[in-house]
């Protein structure tokens, strides 16, 4: 596709439930991010991939999170045991690889997000 | 660790007003990166600047990077509805790689 997909766009689960959210990035894009979006709030950084490189995961807020990237492309967002504080728009984010020439470095292009709702 | 800052949070504008956010960093960056995230939406990628005193103009926006490389401003001149949204600023992480640090963003709204 032309852009950075995610699903889905709106998720309603139950309190102490499991959801996984999914990213595909744009094809070639080596760079894969998370963020989470509270609302009317800033950017809160939650995981990292860079290629085949052990993923950061310094933003991860507990254990209830984690997140796969299979294959360097599709990433799956894991939350645990769903808690109402949850609750916020998750966004996926790619990025071309360091250095790629004739594009600005580390330029990143947004998902439109998976709107999360924990009941 | 490395920090981003944004000021202001929330600005009211009267169509046609000038608008100004800015965004100071920790340390100095190699390049800040300008972002538009409608009400809805997602962040859009605006701009890049790169050069210490850098201008670059983008119709009614106008962006600069400090000498010092560790604040940049938007100005957008006489504003329209069209231009509501929250502007972040963002800057390569400490960390090697591709990761970006943003500020908190500054929210603009404008009264018609």
């Known amino acids: 596709g032309a852009g950075v997909s995610q699903s889905p766009s709106n998720k309603v689960t139950e309190k102490g439930k499991d959801v996984e959210l999914r990213c595909d990035p744009i094809s070639g894009h080596t760079a894969l991010y998370w963020y989470r979006q509270s609302l009317g709030q800033g950017l809160e950084f939650l995981i990292y991939?860079?290629?085949?490189?052990?993923?950061?995961k310094s933003g991860l807020p507990s254990d209830r999170f984690s997140a796969e990237r299979t294959g360097g492309s599709v990433s799956t967002l894991t939350i645990q045991r769903t808690q109402q504080e949850d609750s916020a728009v998750y966004l996926c984010?790619?990025?071309?690889?360091?250095?790629?020439?004739?594009?600005?470095?580390?330029?990143?292009?947004f998902g439109p997000g998976t709107r999360l709702t924990v009941l | 660790g490395q920090q981003v800052m944004q000021i202001p949070q929330y600005q009211h504008v009267q169509e046609g007003e000038d608008f100004t956010t800015y965004c100071n960093s920790s340390?100095?960056?190699?390049?800040i990166q300008w972002y538009k995230q409608r009400p809805g939406g997602h962040p859009v990628f605006l701009i890049q600047?790169?050069?210490?005193?850098e201008v670059k103009k983008q119709k009614r926006l106008t962006f600069q990077f400090g000498e010092a490389k560790k604040n940049s401003s938007l100005h957008i001149t006489a504003t329209q509805t069209t231009d509501v949204g929250t502007y972040f600023c963002?800057?390569?992480?400490?960390?090697?790689?591709?990761?970006?640090?943003f500020g908190g963003g500054t929210r603009l709204m404008v009264k018609p």
């Open positions: 963002a800057g390569p992480s400490n960390n090697a790689g591709n990761m970006l640090t």
């Open positions: 600047l790169v050069k210490s005193g």
């Open positions: 991939f860079q290629g085949n490189s052990a993923p950061d």
């Open positions: 340390t100095t960056l190699s390049n």
């Open positions: 984010a790619s990025s071309f690889p360091l250095g790629y020439s004739g594009r600005p470095p580390d330029t990143q292009y």
